[in-house]
């Protein structure tokens, strides 16, 4: 979904989700439920206290309590070369088996319930845009938990004189929620193994067990690159493949593809890996090897970080010693003696 500078718009205020135009542009992402060459959809304001989050700047990513509601604005365009109509809407969606999953059609879910849009219906020229504004409003008696939606636009077209069959097409925001009283319930995940392989293509691939250990739904993506190889060869930074969605508690393994060209060998691996705002980072030692044989990376220890741990440790706990012991010495006595003229 192609993401660009956002536009101040009027919100409903609730406790933590008010709205502000985004910062500077953002790139596409992967996985975003985006924008094809039919439909364009992109989300024009995010949370205030997400001014630092991407995913708040392409997908609606918000807490609220019962009895709340929140309103954003977003935007539709006509990217063909006529005129259309265009049906927006709100639609379910879950998280399964490590991917957002939209429903079928027009099916709805409990967030989809609470979700009006301001515009249902518009008839647009070629290139022409619209605004809407989507309005959640969660119920006083809404249990605690996330909930998943998407925002659509959807247009279809009609078979044609030249034998063209017809198409809906389809593009939306997606919403991640979270109901329930007081703050946020945390997001974070870990890193498991990581491995090292070579297929059968010569395409080498580093692949990692990420474990979602927080109460919020994640979408990780993040880069990898590799130093000291044979010959002191450097390469990347290389994109993962794909964006992986874990439900809270679940786990899922996340895939980098190197270059066939890379050779066997042992190798410092850089891994970078985030979230949002949530972000892991592994100093690995690999060995790429060759077709049918794999490897589990080895975390690099910074021994020089733990050392110059260990002897601040030392220092402040001399420091605190030596203040004890000024403390429990005994005051001397002065005597004072007149001076005989």
């Known amino acids: 979904m192609a993401i660009a500078a956002l536009v101040a718009a009027v919100v409903i205020p609730s406790s ?34 997400r001014r630092d989050d991407p995913r708040a700047h392409m997908y609606i990513v918000d807490h609220l309590a019962p009895g709340t509601r929140i309103s954003r604005r977003f935007e539709v365009v006509n990217r063909t070369d006529e005129a259309r109509e265009f049906e927006i809407y709100p639609g379910a969606a879950t998280v399964e088996n490590d991917e957002f999953v939209f429903g ?23 290139g022409e845009s619209i605004e809407v504004d989507a309005l959640i409003e969660v119920p006083k008696q809404a249990s ?36 329930g009283p007081g703050g946020e319930p945390i997001s974070s995940f870990d890193i498991g193994d990581v491995t090292a392989s070579r297929g059968d293509d010569g395409v080498p691939r580093i692949s990692a067990v990420v474990h979602n250990t927080g109460e919020r739904a994640l979408d990780i993506n993040g880069t990898l690159k590799l130093e000291d190889g044979p010959g002191s060869m450097r390469a990347g930074p290389y994109q993962l493949a794909t964006v992986t969605t874990l439900a809270p508690g679940a786990s899922g393994i996340v895939v980098a593809a190197l270059d066939a060209k890379l050779p066997d060998g042992a190798w410092r691996l850089e891994l970078e890996l985030a979230s949002g705002t949530v972000k892991r980072h592994l100093d690995l030692a690999v060995t790429l090897q060759p077709p049918g044989l794999s490897m589990v990376a080895t975390v690099i ?23 004890l012991l000024r403390r429990r010495r005994p005051a001397t006595a002065t005597t004072y003696r007149p001076r005989h003229l």
């Open 144 to 179: 605690r938990g996330e909930r998943y939606a998407v925002l659509w636009a959807e247009t279809r077209a009609a078979p044609d004189k030249k034998g063209n069959i017809g198409a809906i097409r389809r593009a939306g925001i997606r919403v991640y929620l979270s109901v």
């Open 301 to 323: 220890e910074n021994w020089w970080g733990w050392i110059g741990g260990a002897v601040a440790a030392l220092v402040a706990f001399a420091l605190v010693a030596l203040l």
């Open 104 to 126: 079928t059609d027009r099916e709805t879910n409990e967030l989809s319930s609470w979700t009006k849009v301001s515009v249902d219906r518009a008839a647009l020229q070629a």
């Open 16 to 49: 933590s989700s008010a709205a502000v135009p985004a910062a500077p542009p953002l790139p596409a992402a992967a996985g975003a439920t985006g924008e094809d060459n039919q439909v364009g959809i992109r989300l024009l304001e995010a949370p205030v206290a």
